[in-house]
């Protein structure tokens, strides 16, 4: 489930350098949030601690992202992976919210498959 190739930001190395100060990353590794739970950034962070991230100012903002819904799905020592859908207007609904909670598991669980297909 990747933005398309012109859209996936991971495919820029600036944005991968700054990806670990995400503020999903941040919440799930000082243990605010669990594995497979949404947050939206505006959960997360107060509007002016986001607009000061390199991460919001140089990728989120100019693509008009205004406020992006995460579910950390897959951490290992090294990776992890989010999924992620945006939104060029603050808030989620507790519904949107519950739909992502229980995408989640199914995403991860075709994450692990690409990684290691039955033989």
Partial sequence: ????PEHNLLRLPEFRAQAHQHPTFVAHRDGRL?????????DLADRRTL??????????????????????????????????????????SARERALVDLLAPH?????????HPPV
Wanted: charge should be positive; aromatic fraction near 10%; charged fraction near 25%.
């Fill in 51 to 92: 607009r000061a991230l390199p991460l919001y100012t140089d990728f989120y903002r100019p693509r008009g992202t205004a406020d992006q819904l995460s579910c950390v799905i897959q951490v290992d020592d090294r990776h992890g992976r989010i999924l992620s859908f945006n939104r060029s207007r603050p808030g989620f």
């Fill in 107 to 115: 995403v991860a669980q075709a994450f692990a498959r690409e990684e």
């Fill in 1 to 4: 489930m990747a933005a398309r």
């Fill in 34 to 42: 669990s594995l497979g739970t949404s947050a939206a950034l505006s």
